[in-house]
């Protein structure tokens, strides 16, 4: 079953009809890490938003557990946990008040996961959310938004402020969630962590889908990233069709290539080499190929 | 309920200080009538040496310091004042405080309705704003009843201006809430509700001086204007009407744009 579907959905922001985004379709699957890319400003947010109705959309629809969005929002939510980008707080409240305010919207009782992450997290729950840093607002925000094992998981941006021993922890947490059973969207501008945890990645660029594709074929089908060194290196050789961003420098050649690679290996046994290195191009270098 | 028990927590603090607040000045008040009603030949004479119109500004015409609740009402109009800036501030931050604090997207990502949000924080506002009426009713009945000195009072028309006062602080929170689902972005709670209550005060005031009786129609502080209540006895009954309708309006219209609301970041 797909748990979210989304139809040509569409939004428009205002009178003076600023692009949200534009006739995004895709669907998550039950059970995966479904990652959502792309720079700050392309309608990432914009998207989770309307899947939480904190906005309309202006055309097409967004469905989650089979149910729409906006019609069936609150019976949606009691089972969407949802980290949102910004921290937030209400003045002067400690950290378990506002804890056990977000446990009171939900039917199932909460309290003994909330001091299970509460303690992963090592979170202080005695302290006011006003004097906490930013990256102890954002393990609030986690907290707040798992407290109730829901069946769908919404992050937006959610490492940001985070050390990088706490994002570990946080994405064993999600790793966790997710083998029990939960699905996970999961928005980010950072590649690498993304490319460490989802299934399935789409690639949103000036609020458009513009690529959906399992990361393993992404990067496997896609280009391999090929670095030769040695001593006069003929690169104009290597200037064949599939072949990418070619340079020269300090003795060795790099590029990209898709194709055939026994017509590489060919290529490269013509030369005389010190090392050759072919690997997989991160999904840094597949993004920056796509916004181009 | 917990939505509702979450706001009153929220606002407690500032109703017991706006309590006090309005405690004290209608004791201060009513503290020195006695010693100003002893002189009251005197006073009413000096007050009628002033300009008509800076009288009608503070809706002292024909009013009589001598008695009672003649005095009561100069003090009440005060405490009007304060308590519409109250009311405005509960109003105008009601949904926007969510936005500019960015809990709105903690809290509408709950498993609730918006309906339901509405309806719990204006309830918290209300019983906010109660347990402030509370407290006029109250000080104004002990401090009338020690400094009146042996001069008697009408009780009916004390609680007319008693009542009067929620009813008075449900437009302006009503109004609050609605102008600011109206605006994008609501940058500043404060510079609104002094604007909205100073305005309606400053409209009330003009009007009397220009005699524009147009003016009556919008501000509640012609509504309800402490001096008429205490001169007739009774409410003037079509703008208490008036009164209450916009109130209404402003509640339904609320429920209406807040449902519809594209609630946004602050950034």
Known sequence: ?292 | MNIYKHEFKMNLRSAITWSVSAAILIFLMMSIFSSMAADAELLNRTLQQMPQELLTAFGMTNIDMSTVLGFYSFAFLFCQVCLAIQASNYGFALVSIEESEMTADFLLAKPVKRATILTSKLLAALTNMLITNVTVWVVSFVAINTFRDGRTYDTNTLLLLLVSLIIFQLFFLSVGVAISLLMKRVRSVTTLSMALAFGMYVLSAFGGMLGKDSLDLITPFKHFEPNAIVTNGTYDTPLVVLNVAVTVVAIVGSYMLYEKRNVHTAV
């Open chain 1, 1 to 292: 079953m797909s748990i979210i579907e989304v139809n040509h959905l569409t939004k428009y922001y205002g009178k003076a009809k600023a692009r949200g985004i534009v006739d995004v379709s895709f669907n998550v699957e039950e059970g995966e890490i479904f990652g959502f890319i792309g720079p700050n400003g392309a309608g990432k947010s914009t998207t989770i938003r309307l899947f939480l109705s904190l906005i309309y959309p202006s055309s097409g629809t967004a469905k989650i557990f089979g149910k729409d969005c906006i019609q069936f929002g609150p019976e949606i939510r009691q089972e969407i946990g949802y980290l949102p980008s910004e921290v937030f707080y209400y003045e002067g409240m400690k950290v378990l008040d506002l804890l056990n305010y977000s446990a009171s919207f939900y039917k199932k009782d909460c309290s003994k996961r909330l001091h299970e992450l509460a303690d992963i997290m090592e979170l202080d729950l005695t302290r006011r959310i006003d004097d906490l840093s930013y990256g102890n607002k954002k393990k609030v925000g986690i907290v707040q938004g798992l407290l109730h094992q829901p069946k769908l998981i919404i992050l937006d941006e959610p490492t940001s402020g985070l050390d990088p021993l706490m994002q570990r922890k946080f994405f064993d947490l999600i790793r966790e969630e997710n083998e029990r059973g939960a699905t996970v969207f999961f928005s980010s501008h950072i590649l690498g962590e993304v490319q460490k945890m989802c299934n399935r990645v789409a690639i949103i660029k000036e609020g458009s889908i513009i690529n959906i594709q399992d990361i393993k074929t992404m990067q496997q089908d896609n280009y391999k990233k090929i670095r030769i060194a040695g001593n006069g290196l003929d690169e104009t050789r290597f200037e064949v069709a599939g072949v990418n961003n070619l340079e020269h420098e300090n003795g060795s050649i790099n590029f990209f290539f898709k194709g055939d690679i026994n017509l590489m290996m060919r290529l490269i046994s013509e030369q005389e080499v010190a090392d050759v290195t072919i690997e997989e191009p991160t999904l840094e270098e597949i993004f920056m190929h796509y916004y181009e």
